[in-house]
């Protein structure tokens, strides 16, 4: 067998040539690109060969193969990768390839069971997928006896089951114990950590909490948390980060904090000073945050308890409207999606310039066209508004924020995205093509589902998916990125 691969491709250029035919048997060249990866600093006009999903080459001369994209005037570089995306479905993945994204992961949230979920997605996703071992999904399996699978798909108009509220349940020993083996049953399943989202269970106690990132420390994988709501802590955003901190440290759990814009708000600057610091003192904790001022959410949520925010802050997502305090209870008991409008653009542009602040959409799915203009625009944005227009930070810095830091930041659990974020032979062929001139997101609040634009191609192992800037149809190239135990 070994022989046949040598011989074989010898034979194809030979028979090939005999015939008149180009010498190369590649599916796909990419010729005359403004080649950038941010592992090696590379950034320069080099002409990329992609060969059974795998880049084989990236030379200094021209490529020939089956099809040849002329990418002059373009930026070719590494694919996108989302460590944070809650629109798991086709058509939300459609809007996400069209921002630049090959990799779209749900890790802060987190599914469970993971296997099923896993499963589910096989076949008819256009980019790479994958998820964390849910707490919230767990506790409520422990509490329940209910597998909600995707907690961000779940029908808020399913009547609950009988009894208190799981989210607001504080656990005795016995349930603790539950939980903890379910997480470890969905790790076992080679879910990529575990995912907690503290803010929507509040009845997750501290001693809850040191448990949870106790079980991630014993598996050796990455815990990924939203923060608990400030509420819960007089108000005080920073004590909330220093509770995630606290439990990374004597746990030693392997950290990554998602949206601290959101979380944080205009206390972000102090809070990455606090991340920045444990990770000077041997902790692995790593950040992320979204290019907008707005946030979203489910606004049946245990977020919205004891809401003492300003209404006209929401915006319900379904109809554009904003929100009154009877408004506000009308859609509560109804369950959907609100966007949480206030944070300063002062402090937004501040995380996105940060060189070590993952870029993360937080984008949620679209139903009947609606969602938050980042599920379609996050990546596109970075580069079109902070790169070009506000010179925040340089183009090869974003890349790396976006391709490279995310692929690192799970390589010790998920070995596959050793080959994603760079641009190199021998890497995975998930490549993304934009003209920095043009490139731009376009989804607004009113209108979100507008693809971004000046994305003309998006290659997803090896297969083109954004074709002359049309979203291709029924092909489905996503593979599902695992850990490995």
Partial sequence: MQFARQIFPVMTVFLGCIAGLPA??????????RVMDPETGLDAVRHVLIEDGVITSVAEEPQTADRVIDAAGL??????????????DTNSNRFQVADGVTTALELEIGVYPVAPWYASREGKAPIHFGATASHPAARISALTGVDVG????????AAPPEGENPAIVQLNADQLAAVREKLKEGLGDRALGVGVGLAYTPGADAEEMFHIFATA??????LFIHLRNAQQRNDDKLATVQEALANAATTGASLHIVHLNSSTDEKARTALDMIRGAQARGLDVTTESYPYTAGSTRLESALFDNYQGDYADLQWVATGE????ETFDKYRATGGWVIIHGREESTNTYLVAQEDVMVASDGIPFVDGFSHPRSAGTFARILGRYVRDKEALTLMTALRKMTLMPAQRLEAVAPAMKTKGRLQTGMDADITIFDPETI????????????STGIPYVVVSGVVVVDDGEVMQNVYPGQAIRGER
Avoid: C, M, W
């Fill in 24 to 33: 190369s048997s590649a599916e796909l060249a990419i010729n005359n690109g």
């Fill in 322 to 325: 904003r929100l009154t305090k």
């Fill in 217 to 222: 420390a014993e598996a050796n994988v990455p």
């Fill in 75 to 88: 930026v070719v570089a590494p694919g996108f990768i989302d460590l944070h995306a809650h629109g798991q």
């Fill in 440 to 451: 731009l997101d376009r989804a607004t609040y009113e209108e979100p589902d507008q693809t």
């Fill in 150 to 157: 995707n907690l961000v798909y779940a029908d808020p108009t």
